[in-house]
């Protein structure tokens, strides 16, 4: 009877589909604001190609980098002091740029960094093409910072919402569609990127439908819905910005903690509480103001982290607070 009920459990997980880790998210920076070190930037790194790199924003570059250097996350590099070796891996193994819109808190590390890829080629740098044509206009204008288009140093790929089919990114051999986020009349955007029916969906900066009287959120959650049903999107990437006291005139097109599970509840009913709770939350963006809720010396950083855990008491979800330097397996 043992050797029989062995069987049937050997059997069963043969049959049973094992997810593995494919993907690892680096976090370069995580926060949204105050300190200029720490902004969005992630690196999303495929098992695949261990050292390559697709940049998820860039708010913030080396001091990221050095931070997992330091951590000894990156025995590929050669030896040497830590700014060549920062520079080396901003050089040689982030080998394409996605950056969700056009602020600067999203892309100011790439900026700033771009002259380093001199005698790199063009790098690809991906956004949709309302994204582009402001870095284009506004930044690589030749007046604000040199026009690095022009000068070969970055080659633009546009990707428009409006397109449901897959793009290759670079030569990251992943692929990635974009779609329209509501930012509070600005232009923001997300990322689906996969490979091998394993996908992330990162997302910029958003605020909620409801307040934004939109329907492009709800609208992306539709068109992942098939990918939570058939157990394929391994993350999802969202942002939270402020505690849930700030009153919606002053979201300025963010995310509270109410308002993510308001988000999150929409794709609960799309799919299902136990297709979410296999899915990692990474909560994105936070905004690490010092007198949170207008008391003195209260952090918000970690007012928002109390009331995500609040929320998920009868969710249970595994949300995430991604920290500079980690690096998280999905």
């Keep these: 009877m043992k050797k029989i009920l062995s069987t049937i459990i050997l059997a069963f997980l043969i049959m049973s589909p094992v997810v593995q880790a494919q993907f690892n998210i680096h976090v370069v920076g995580a926060e949204g604001g105050f300190n200029s070190d720490n902004l969005s930037s992630y690196l999303l790194q495929h098992q695949d190609h261990p050292a390559q790199f697709l940049a998820l924003d860039a708010g913030s570059l080396a001091p990221g980098i050095q931070k997992l250097i330091q951590n000894n996350h990156y025995s590929f590099l050669e030896a040497g002091n830590i700014e060549f070796q920062v520079n080396e891996f901003i050089r040689n193994h982030i080998i394409s740029y996605f950056i969700s819109h056009s602020h600067l808190d999203h892309l100011s590390g790439m900026i700033i960094h771009s002259p380093e890829l001199l005698f790199v080629g063009k790098t690809p740098l991906i956004g949709t093409p309302k994204t582009i044509k402001e870095i284009q206009d506004h930044i690589f204008n030749s007046v604000i910072w040199a026009d690095f288009f022009q000068l070969g140093f970055f080659s633009p790929v546009a990707i ?82 402020f505690a849930n006291c700030r009153k919606e005139q002053n979201l300025f097109g963010h995310l509270t903690p109410n308002l993510l599970f308001e988000e999150l509840n929409v794709i609960k009913n799309k799919t299902s509480l136990s297709a979410l709770q296999k899915i990692k939350i990474f909560i994105t963006h936070i905004k ?43």
Excluded at 186 to 191: P, T, V, Y
Excluded at 295 to 313: P, Q, V
Excluded at 319 to 329: K, R
Aim: include cysteine; hydrophobic fraction near 40%; charge should be negative.
């Design 160 to 241: 428009s919402p409006a397109n449901n089919f897959f793009t290759p990114l670079g030569e990251t051999g992943l692929i990635g569609r974009t779609f329209t986020l509501p930012h509070s009349g600005h232009h923001s955007s997300a990322l689906l990127v996969g490979k091998d029916e394993r996908f992330v969906i990162y997302l910029g900066d958003m605020g909620a439908d409801s307040i934004e009287e939109s329907h492009l959120v709800e609208n992306l959650w539709s068109e992942i819905t098939p990918y939570i049903q058939k157990n394929q999107l391994a993350a999802i990437m969202i942002e939270v910005s």
């Design 288 to 330: 690490p103001e010092p007198n949170a809720c207008g008391i003195e010396h209260h952090s918000a950083k970690a007012l928002i982290i109390k009331e995500i855990k609040e929320l998920n008491k009868n969710w249970q979800l595994d949300i995430v607070i991604p920290e500079q330097g980690q690096v998280y397996s999905i």
